[in-house]
T-cell receptor
Framework: GESVGLHLPTLSVQEGDNSIINCAYSNSASDYFIWYKQESGKGPQFIIDIRSNMDKRQGQRVTVLLNKTVKHLSLQIAATQPGDSAVYFCAENSPGGYNKLIFGAGTRLAVHP | ETGVTQSPTHLIKTRGQQVTLRCSSQSGHNTVSWYQQALGQGPQFIFQYYREEENGRGNFPPRFSGLQFPNYSSELNVNALELDDSALYLC?????????????FGQGTRLTVV
């Protein structure tokens, strides 16, 4: 199938290293954020979310950090594996009373053995 | 797998034609949102349906319309197709149509307009 994110910035890491993917969001009023992973030919897959009353949240091998002062999100992946290779999007929930997600441009993560 | 299913998976249409895409939401979810993802970009919000009514709309023209059925499945209709409508169309289901709940995406329908 066609590739997602042909012209996206790429982060290349060695298998076993930690990865950090960064994202700047647009709306200071946004109060809910999600990281998605998208493999070629597939829909976005939910990884982890964080609400604006938190600055850090941990999942299995993943950590999301939120810095509201500078409107910045990061996704940390520990012990990166080849299966982590994909395009990663951050999304913010736009204020307005319903789940309208605004997606960032995406970052391609390439994991090398 | 998220439990959100979309059909068809691929579709080729001619400029000016009309297309209908379908989405079945995850069990227990009553809200469906539609997104358009052009190649190399993040998904863009088209609109959302909650309890069979449109519950918010992005910056898309009226030729993009939708429906939600009593079983919460949904359709996206696009009239007068243009070449720029070629994209991956994604639906996402969530619960309750409110803010700050997880949205789970289907695999998408790849639409090519020629």
């Amino acid at each position: 199938g066609e590739s997602v994110g042909l012209h996206l910035p790429t982060l290349s890491v060695q298998e076993g290293d930690n990865s950090i993917i960064n994202c700047a969001y647009s709306n200071s009023a946004s109060d809910y954020f999600i990281w998605y992973k998208q493999e070629s030919g597939k829909g976005p897959q939910f990884i982890i979310d964080i609400r604006s009353n938190m600055d850090k949240r941990q999942g299995q091998r993943v950590t999301v950090l939120l810095n509201k002062t500078v409107k910045h999100l990061s996704l940390q992946i520990a012990a990166t594996q080849p299966g982590d290779s994909a395009v990663y999007f951050c999304a913010e929930n736009s204020p307005g009373g319903y789940n309208k997600l605004i997606f960032g441009a995406g970052t391609r993560l390439a994991v090398h053995p | 797998e998220t439990g959100v299913t979309q059909s068809p998976t691929h579709l080729i249409k001619t400029r000016g034609q009309q297309v209908t895409l379908r989405c079945s939401s995850q069990s227990g979810h009553n809200t469906v949102s539609w997104y358009q993802q052009a190649l190399g970009q993040g998904p863009q919000f088209i609109f959302q349906y909650y309890r069979e009514e449109e519950n918010g709309r992005g910056n898309f023209p009226p030729r993009f319309s939708g429906l939600q059925f009593p079983n919460y499945s949904s359709e996206l209709n696009v009239n007068a197709l243009e070449l720029d409508d070629s994209a991956l169309y994604l639906c996402a289901s969530s619960f309750d149509g409110q803010m700050n709940t997880e949205a789970f995406f289907g695999q998408g329908t790849r639409l090519t307009v020629v």
